[in-house]
């Protein structure tokens, strides 16, 4: 099947099989290996990129219907100048063992774009679909108040 996918600004044009997901497509055809393989069932958000600015799970997604412009980890920094949200993460230390990372800070814009993140719990919260193992959630708790704020 033809499929035109709008990555990071750029129209990708693959022919795939119907059931492949969308963070297969990303990874093994447009060979962006930003967004990060980990439970492969949606629940670790390891792999979570923006459609239209929306929080999804590119391995609950089918390529073939993400339709919208979709942003990944690697469509965020301007050349040397990091997102303010990567920046944040980096000042904030809340990068750990950075294998989950590229999907907390998607989720983070995500968040923060519906209007979320008024409060520490409410990041939790907004959070929770997000699983770091290496226990720093108080540090992108922190990164994403920094960011909130610096965007305010």
Avoid: W
Wanted: charged share 20%; with cysteine.
């Amino acid at each position: 099947m033809d499929v035109t996918l709008n990555v990071n600004g750029e129209a990708r044009h693959l022919r795939i099989e119907p059931r492949v997901s969308l963070l297969d497509a990303l990874r093994e055809r447009c060979g962006l290996t930003g967004t990060k393989k980990g439970c492969d069932h949606g629940q670790c958000g390891a792999c979570t990129v923006l459609i239209d600015g929306r929080r999804v799970h590119a391995c609950l997604t089918l390529a073939v219907m993400a339709r919208g412009k979709i942003t990944t980890i690697e469509g965020l920094a301007r050349g040397e100048q990091l997102h303010p949200m990567q920046a944040a993460f980096v000042e904030c230390d809340g990068l750990q063992c950075g294998y989950c990372t590229p999907g907390q800070i998607m989720s983070a814009i995500g968040l923060l774009g519906e209007g979320h993140a008024k409060s520490d719990d409410e990041v939790r919260e907004e959070m929770s679909g997000n699983i770091c193992r290496c226990g720093a959630y108080s540090n992108i708790v922190s990164a994403i108040q920094l960011a909130r704020g610096r965007s305010a």
